[in-house]
């Protein structure tokens, strides 16, 4: 079992916007389990917050931008693949600004920045979504593609080709996410110098300097040219030398634009809200085809989680006569027939609905539905298998139903149906207090969900 991880302390970072310009002070906080990726701009009222989620992108030019009621966070790929890459699941990103600050181009800031303070172990589960099949993509204008396929680690390979001499084609792979750090996270943004003279002559990129991306050269530049561009950046000492790298720079790796695409990659997908296994290949991608692809992926997501996961109905490993033993329920309040699963984190009971059920004489008898309150219930019970299962002498103690959070409807059970009952434990039980997430389902389709709280109560004591 793999555990979700914060930051140990936060931190601050300063540095100008790509695109705007702004001098944003950026400070990354700890978040509780569960909490996901969350942006705070303190500069407004309120200071509103913006989750994290590919379903808020409202623009992937040169960058992906998040929006939610009028406020945006520009360039948001960086920030979130450094965090998504150190395996960091829950964090608060609080900006004084409208953009992230572009620094070296690169993770290379954040990830320092992030070994500082440390990671910090959480309680609950890393909710990993597994690819179960593959999973191809395609965006004919822009000539990009990607499939991805099962794997048991997050796992990725990138081709670009630019049809530039100088850029040519390029691959990059990562095996997993612990090579993320020492092979993707230092890898700057590029750009063509034809680009970024436009760009400026149109008045954008208005943080962008030579120093927080690679500037490729791939044509001849004259002269006239040069003292053009010296005059375009500010910077009267800018050198080109043939064809190469603006100012001669130096890439970190031969194949660095490659990489920072896959790093590109990780911070949008980062998006999808939930750590990803499986094996992305992408060819020629972009912000606007990660993005897409995003997006497709949240929606396999959200498929299936409507839809249950394999059960052996056939098993039976606590029968009713196991199950009166340990709850006090007896008919017709007994919602319990079977478990057929148990361990120390998870419990999978059934109810079998008949019409003879006594609640549908007056619930709406002429179409009988099971009431909403009493599949809770079904599930509370079927939960308290699970409590009294890490008990030595369950037979002396009782468990009561305090609380449910984001309690959900979405499918009617009637007579007839096998209402399966799948309780999770979300943390430790302490001081007899038990937190699980409770599922239950029909014809492998998700009914009702919620999260509920129950505590282990000695008979004596009650």
Known sequence: MELQQTLKDNFSIQGKGLHTGHVVTLKIHPAPDNFGYKFKRIDLEGQPIIKADVDLVISTDRGTTLEKDGVRVHTTEHVLASLYGMGIDNALIELDGDEIPILDGSCK????????????????????????????????????????????????????????????????????????????????????????????????????????????????????????????FNKPDIEVQGIGMLNNLKLRFENEPARHKLLDIIGDIALIGRPLKGHILAARPGHKTNVEFAKFLKEKIKKEKNTSPLFDLNKTVKNIDDIKRLLPHRHPFLLVDRIIELNNERVVGIKNVTHSEYFFKGHFPEYPVMPGVLIIEAMAQTGGILALNEVDDPENYITFFLKIDGAKFKQQVRPGDTLVMQMDLLQPIRRGLVQMQARAYVRNLLVTEGILTAQIVKKSDS
């Open 109 to 232: 800031p954040f990830i320092e920045k992030i070994n500082e303070v440390g990671i910090a172990v959480q309680t609950a589960e890393k909710n990993f979504f597994y690819l179960k099949e593959n999973l191809k993509y395609e965006n004919e204008e822009k000539g990009a593609e990607i499939l991805a396929v099962p794997d048991q680690e997050f796992r990725a390979t990138v081709m670009v080709d630019y049809k530039s001499p100088l850029l040519g084609t390029q691959h990059a792979s990562m095996y997993h996410l612990g090579e993320f750090e020492k092979e993707i996270s230092s890898c700057r943004t590029f750009v063509f110098l034809r680009e970024v003279e436009m760009l400026l002559k149109q008045g954008l990129i208005k943080g962008g300097d030579i120093d927080n991306a690679i500037v490729m050269v791939d044509e001849p530049v004259s002269d006239e040219k040069l003292k053009e561009l010296k005059e375009l």
